[in-house]
Structure formats: C-alpha cells, structure tokens
C-alpha cells in the first residue's frame, strides 16, 4: 500500500532523507522528504537522455569489456549527470548524512555514490574528485513503501560481544610493484593469492 507523506516523515531519523525518482520521457521528477520538510523537483533530463549518461558512466566500471584493465572515469559525465539529478536536492539536505534513495529507469543501475560532486580539475586523478560517496551513505528501497517494513522489521540489534579487526596483507612486492587487475584473477573469477602477494605492501 502507498505509504502516506506524514508516515515517512515519521519513520525517517533527523539525519536521513528519502529522495524518490520519476524518470519521463522529457523531463524527471525528484521527491526529497525529510523528517521536518519535504520537496518535488522537476529535473530537466529525460529518459533516452539519462539512459546514454549511466551507460556511459557504467561502461568505465565494467572490467570485461576493458581485458581487466580499469578504464579512464569520465569525471566529467559524472559531475554533469549529478548536476543533472542530484543537486536540486541539496538545498533540502541540510544535516542529512543518510540518503535512501528510490530509483527509477536507469537510476536503478546508477551507483550514486560514484557521481562527482565538483567539477574535476583539468587532469585530476580519482583521489582528486569529489565523490558523493565522502559526503552521504547510501541506501536503496525498492519503494517508499519499503520504509515501513525496513523500520518494523529491521529491529535494533547489538552484538553480544565487542568486535574489531584488523587487516594488513601480507604482500611482499618492492615499492611501485603492480599488476593488471586481469591477472589478479584466475580465469573462474577467483582471486589469485600468489598474483596479489606480489603487490607491494599498502601504505599505512
């Protein structure tokens, strides 16, 4: 069943909002709701349109199509696709850290934690870009709906005991030793632990 505005409003943290998409054939709409407020935006990007910008941007993802090698991010796409179906929404975001978004069309396929927030300096490297990762956690609901059932269900959980880890591979390559991300992997997809120990040691 729909779930009404008041009741989300309700369910949602003071830190978190519910950004719900409508993808149209010439224009979009975004739907921002938080706890105190809540905002409909016009997007003006259409389907056909949008389709292209997530394909593009989830070509430079896909490994297969690359013989393992990770091909250049089009930083530029994905700065002008958040100008597209993101930014209208940070005036209503204000404190928010927490974004569940409802996707639609090819938003659906979209991380949006991989979309540039600021426009990429002319040769930046990718720790140079401002990814909308480093300033929301994202979480995807099939449906506002869904906010419901996650809340009634989900129930507040703590571990019996503490628990920490800690991880330092052990790799043994010299300073500056690298290898495709083809030959990381065993023709079946699996990690190749000998491959990897030949990496030289993370920083840190």
Do not use: C
């Not at 016009?42 to 389907?47: K, N």
């Not at 796409?77 to 409802?102: C, D, M, N, Q, W």
């Amino acid at each position: 069943a729909p779930l009404p505005l008041s009741e989300a409003q309700r369910l949602l943290r003071p830190d978190e909002a519910m950004l719900s998409y409508l993808v149209g054939e010439r224009e979009s709409y975004l739907w921002v709701i938080r706890k105190d407020r809540q905002r409909l935006l016009r997007l003006p990007i259409g389907r056909e349109e949008l389709e292209q910008s997530v394909r593009g941007l989830r070509r430079a993802l896909d490994l297969t199509e690359t013989q393992g090698q990770l091909p250049a991010y089009p930083a530029d796409l994905a700065h002008e696709l958040y100008r597209a179906v993101f930014a209208p929404a940070v005036p209503t975001l204000g404190g928010a850290t927490r974004l569940l978004i409802v996707a639609d069309g090819a938003l659906q396929s979209m991380p949006f934690a991989i979309l540039v927030a600021e426009p990429p300096a002319a040769g930046a490297g990718l720790n140079d870009l401002v990814w909308l990762a480093k300033r929301y956690a994202f979480s995807s609901l099939p449906s506002e709906a869904s906010l419901k059932a996650m809340r009634r269900f989900a129930g507040q959980r703590q571990a019996p005991a503490p628990f920490v880890g800690f991880g330092a591979p052990a790799f043994k390559g010299g300073a500056g030793s690298t290898r495709s991300l083809a030959a990381l992997y065993t023709p079946r997809g699996l990690a190749d632990v000998e491959q990897l120990s030949e990496l030289a040691p993370l920083p840190d």
